[in-house]
């Protein structure tokens, strides 16, 4: 992706998993990239150095992107770091947080799972806009969960991430004046802490084998798909969503 090359990105939730490797290949295609994290400095700053010394150029942000003081702060910090324009927005910070039925659900929690995933999505766009490059891209980060409804106990998720479908749709027509593409991919069961964390190993085992490749994905399967959305090579792409589940689900 050689247009990529003297770009800027910022990347929420960047030190771990699939935002790991969305900004190892950002990076490797020549894009300056602002890493977001909220929990894991050490992550951040050991992928920021690795990066800054294979010659790239990269900067570390703490921010709780559920949280617009903080999300205004991001910005400033990113600017400070590689000037006024962002040309790629890639909304990927979010997660499950816990496994809950309806009936365990509480309001607190229901707030929790849609700021941290819906709501961040809204807050960190609204504030790159102004400094979003015109022909620049957006790519957020959507999931199968969204289409299915997902696994037991993520109804608040699933419908967070459905939101944020919807919202790649109305912000591709918003923002199409300035021509900035927005676009987002779903994954479905990729080896993560995520699925470390919330999945019984049967159960990856069993969607594992239902794939047409036979296997989990990986977090750069992910990330290729994210830059190939951020690039020229997709210019005519926009308010769509690349579904990343080797099969299990067709839309």
Known sequence: MKDLKGKVALVTGGARD?????VRELARNGVSVAINYNRSEAAAKALAFEITESGG????????????????????????????????????????????????????????VIALNLKSVFLVTREVAPFLADGGAIVNLSSLAARDGGGGGSIAYATAKGGVLT???GLSKELASRKIRVNCVSPGMIDTTFHDTFTAPEVRKAVAARTSVGREGTPEDVANAVVFLASSAAAYITGESIEINGGVYFV
């Open 18 to 22: 699939i935002g790991e490797a969305i």
């Open 167 to 169: 919202l790649t749709r």
């Open 57 to 112: 150029k990269a900067s570390t942000i703490k921010a709780d992107v559920s949280r617009r003081s903080e999300v205004e702060r991001l910005i400033k910090e990113t600017r400070k770091a590689f000037g006024d324009r962002i040309d790629i927005l890639v909304n990927n910070a979010g997660g499950l947080v816990a496994r809950k039925k309806l009936a365990e659900m509480d309001e607190g929690f229901w707030d929790e």
